[in-house]
């Protein structure tokens, strides 16, 4: 896995999204894999920008959200596909036709993952697939002992993702006890990952999936078996990294490394 590390969390999400454009420019239908969460607000508001100022264009692009609480219709304030319409969507050209989010009031919850996976394969597979982790190290809502060969189904959130999930609810009982999620099976098939990280409540997790075993107890430790696998990290959360010196003398020479023609 690379690891990149930045000072600050802006640098951080500057450089996971000139990454993204760089996809997007090559390959203007490329199929996105996008998350929630706070941790990407700052890669979609650059490449809002990048929209905005840039004439980076995303109507031939195609996207798949990770996972949605179960239980929330579309419009609710706290789901997945009303941040994802606020934070990016309604503010870049992609059709809203050609995004996609698991549907949380979806009446047969195995039949519509099924349907979700078909749509991914007929899309052509995701080309990069931004993911955040959580406290606990899952990705999307692949919780601890998550089978890392795992789809897309319904999932039992942890009481830990619901504690850190209540600050966007008025009340801890309001925040939904299943979601929908992509699984780590799922995941590892889209052709690169990116995982993004700031902020030193994540530094733990971070370390775990970085430089502890591939283990199902840390879902996001299954980016070892990826062979295109990148963390973007803001200084704070790479803070428990042991090799910190041995990432930072690659990164350094990223710039100058020879290039593939
Ligand atoms: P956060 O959530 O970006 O809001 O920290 C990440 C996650 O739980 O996957």
């Known amino acids: ?34 998350a929630t969460g706070s941790t990407p ?15 980076l264009s995303f109507s031939k692009v195609t996207t798949f959200n990770l996972d949605e609480y179960v ?34 009031l979806a009446k047969d919850i195995p039949a519509h993952c099924r349907e979700y996976e078909q749509q991914i394969v007929d899309a052509g597979g995701i080309d990069v697939q931004i993911l955040g982790i959580g406290g ?7 919780e601890p002992s998550s089978s890392l060969a795992s789809r897309t189904r319904l999932k039992t959130l942890a009481r830990q993702t619901i504690e850190d999930n209540a600050r966007f609810f008025d009340r ?12 780590v099976g799922t995941i590892l098939e889209a052709r690169k ?4 990280a700031n902020k030193k409540s994540k530094a733990a997790a971070v370390a775990a999936a970085i430089e502890g075993p591939v283990t199902s107890m840390v879902t996001a430790s299954a980016l070892q078996l990826h062979p295109h696998g990148t963390a973007f990290l803001d200084d704070e959360a790479a803070g428990d990294l042991k090799m910190r010196e041995y990432y930072d003398w690659i990164q350094a020479r990223k710039p100058d490394a020879p290039k593939s023609s």
């Open 1 to 34: 896995m690379e690891v990149l590390i930045y000072p600050t969390y802006e640098q951080m999400s500057v450089a996971a999204a000139a990454e993204m454009a760089a996809i997007v420019r090559a390959k203007p239908d490329a199929v996105l894999g996008l």
């Open 41 to 55: 607000l700052g890669l979609y508001t650059e490449l809002i920008r990048l929209h905005k100022e840039g004439g």
């Open 71 to 104: 239980g929330l219709e579309g419009n609710h304030e706290q789901s997945y596909r009303r941040f994802m319409n606020d934070s990016l969507f309604s503010q870049i050209d992609v059709p809203p036709g050609n995004t996609h989010v698991p549907d949380g």
């Open 136 to 142: 606990d190290g899952h990705i999307a809502f692949n």
């Open 172 to 183: 801890l009982e309001d925040v939904p006890v299943y979601a929908i999620t992509m699984g």
């Open 193 to 196: 990952l990116i995982l993004l």
